[in-house]
Structure formats: C-alpha cells, structure tokens
C-alpha cells in the first residue's frame, strides 16, 4: 500500500474503528493484517486525521498541480518559439546564401561574356578555363544561352570532354 495524500497516515483498525473514525479514511488494505482478541479482522488503513487538512491538501495539492502545468506548457511554447527563432534565422541565411549564388552566377556569365568579347575566338588553350567556370558557377550544367552562343559564333562543336574547332 502506498501513501496516496499528503497529509495521511498509516493506522491499524477494525471495521468498527473506520466507521467511527471522525477523520477521513482514504483506502484500506484488502486482506486483513490478523485478527484481533475479539474475533474481528485488523487492517492497516491510509487517513487523515482532520478531515480540514483533507479538504485543503487537495486544494492545495491541485493548485500545485496547475501551478506544474502552467510551468510545463510554458517552458513548450519558450522552446516552441525558440525553434521558431532559429528557422527564421536559418531561412534568412539560406535566403543570404541563395543571393551569393545568384551574384556568383551572374558574375561568372558577365566574365565569360568579356572574356568572348575580348577575346573573339576564344583559343584552345583558354577552353579549359571556361569549363571550369561553368562548372564552379554552374554545377556542370550548360549555362544559359552565352556559352551556346559563343561556341556558335565561335564555330566550336562539343564533342566529348574537349572542344573540336
């Protein structure tokens, strides 16, 4: 048997004594302890004396109780919204990120541009060096248009890993 309330405490009585307990009784153990002069079962039982303490305790008991939930959900939605606090910040810093790719991209296809501009026939020796732009700024895909419209008016065909003129 296990302490159920605060307040409680453990007695020995027969059932003569719990029903004239002016205290509250709370549980009674099921089989009896032994048998007393008189012939009558013994049990050892949970009460609590003053049946006021009973009362308040339980009171008291749920307001603690609410008190520890309150705390509970206070401490979900503080780290509910720390977690929200950190997705922004990493949304931002993906947002961040995707402009520097953008930038990089873009600075890549204005450099390539020049560079055809500059250059006209771009020479062999320089191919290698677009390749590895566009695969920086790229990711190995075909940029768009510029390097197609280069190797057009360059009268280069792709063939392979290398260039063919």
């Known amino acids: 048997m ?14 003569i004594d719990m029903y004239n307990y002016s205290g509250v009784v709370i549980q009674v153990s099921e089989p009896h302890l032994f048998t007393n002069a008189s012939g009558m079962a013994v049990f050892l039982v949970e009460c609590v ?12 008991g749920q307001l603690e109780t609410a008190k520890e939930e309150i705390e509970k959900l206070t401490e979900s939605l503080q780290a509910a919204k720390h977690d929200n606090d950190r997705q922004q910040i990493l949304n931002e810093r993906l947002s961040d990120e995707r402009e520097l790719a953008r930038a990089d991209t873009e600075f ?3 450099l390539i541009t020049e560079l055809s501009r500059i250059l006209g026939d771009m020479p062999k020796e320089y191919q290698p060096a677009a390749e590895i732009l566009q695969n920086r700024y790229f990711g190995g895909r075909q940029m768009p248009e510029l390097l197609k ?3 057009e008016r360059n009268n280069i065909k792709r063939s392979g890993a290398g260039y063919e003129e």
């Open 2 to 15: 296990k302490k159920t309330h605060e307040k409680s405490i453990f007695r020995v009585m027969n059932s």
């Open 108 to 110: 890549a296809a204005a």
């Open 49 to 60: 004396p003053n049946k006021e303490d009973y009362d308040q305790t339980t009171i008291a």
């Open 149 to 151: 419209a280069f190797e």
